[in-house]
């Protein structure tokens, strides 16, 4: 196959690219990246030189530059988008821009070329759970963020556009992920890379907020199933199978570092924060054999061992405007926040 992998220079696209590369000899892919704040080339350094692999720089929308990287390809993968949610809440503009328009580009370029068309959503679309049940294919979506409701519109336009007009397109929807390159906004790398600087872990409220992790390595492969044998008009929720609370998070990563729990802040929440998301996997493994291999403890100590031994790597990515970002995101909480202490609700 020759594939178009948009976003291919961000945490998730970069660690496809090399899955496919590495498993499918005979594939070829183009990536088309904008190279904003989350985007880096780093990220491909393995394969920027390989014959198969190419890099195109580009906004999913501008359809002319769409096009263009688009021509040849026999499938489209769009894992490009935006997708902090404490960005959304300062900002939700460029949430719109990328994940809705840039869907939709995307979609009409790939009906005109008759290719086939994966998007990769979140669980996030779903919203929030109470402490027990888990998401379907069939849950309904009801976003909490900017951020999840621009994804679920974007999920919704790529349904119509296969019950519409018959684009071979395919959805699908996936825990928290975890892993190498992952930008140091979201909350395993923040917590790992903060530790390894001796500063203050920044953890929203009272830190019970439980969330489903996956390490990318098996994210990836689900992907790479469901490109290839998934259902057209089909939707895959994939999970790791591993709940934890953020607060569990922060202490696995501090004793694995051999850090003082006193790093930890209990810092004001953000406002419309999810509770708990989890996943119920049943479709993905019956349909396409799809279990996750990687058990969490041993994910999350090699996770932890890459931040160690690639520190050039984060300290360049957390320098220029990723220090502006998290003085606004953290600063005034972190101030307001006493060793130990917990915010009231």
């Not at 953020?246 to 006193?262: M, R």
């Not at 419309?272 to 396409?288: K, Q, W």
Request: with cysteine; net charge negative.
């Amino acid at each position: 196959m020759r594939l178009l992998v948009t976003g291919g220079a961000g945490f998730i696209g970069a660690n496809f690219v090399q899955h496919v590369l590495a498993e499918h000899p005979s594939d070829e892919i183009v990536t088309l990246d904008a190279l904003t704040y989350a985007g880096n080339l780093a990220n491909l350094e393995a394969v920027l030189d390989d014959p198969r692999h190419r890099f195109v720089r580009g906004d999913i929308a501008d359809r002319a530059a769409v096009d263009a990287a688009l021509a040849g390809v026999d499938a489209v993968v769009n894992i490009a988008a935006e997708s902090h949610v404490d960005r959304s809440i300062a900002g939700a503009e460029e949430f719109l821009r990328t994940n809705v328009v840039g869907t939709q580009v995307l979609l009409d370029a790939a009906r005109a070329a008759g290719v086939r068309f994966l998007q990769v959503s979140t669980d996030e679309v779903y919203g929030s759970l109470g402490p027990s049940g888990a998401f379907t294919e069939t849950s309904p979506l009801q976003p909490s963020s900017p951020y999840a409701a621009s994804k679920a519109a974007a999920d919704l336009l790529v349904l119509a556009a296969h019950h519409t007009h018959g684009i071979d397109a395919v959805i699908t929807r996936c825990s928290n992920n975890y892993g190498p390159y992952q930008f140091p906004e979201k909350l395993i790398p923040l917590f790992i890379t903060n530790a390894l600087a001796d500063e203050p872990l920044p953890l929203y409220g009272d830190g019970k907020n439980v969330r489903d992790w996956i390490h990318v390595d098996d994210h990836c492969r689900a992907l790479d199933l469901v490109l290839r044998r998934g259902r057209a008009g089909a939707v895959y929720n994939v999970g790791g199978g591993n709940e934890r609370r953020n607060e569990e998070i922060a202490a696995t990563i501090l004793a694995a570092l051999g850090k003082p729990a006193s790093l930890v802040r209990h810092v004001t929440d953000r406002p419309g924060h999810d509770r708990r998301y989890a996943i119920d996997a049943t479709v993905v493994a019956t349909e396409l054999g799809f279990t996750p291999r990687r058990p969490f403890d041993e994910g999350i100590a090699d996770t932890i061992a890459w931040y160690r031994t690639h520190a050039s790597w984060w300290r360049d990515v957390k320098s220029g405007e990723y220090r502006a970002y998290y003085e606004r995101m953290y600063g005034e909480r972190l101030r307001a926040a006493a060793p130990g202490a917990r915010p009231r609700a």
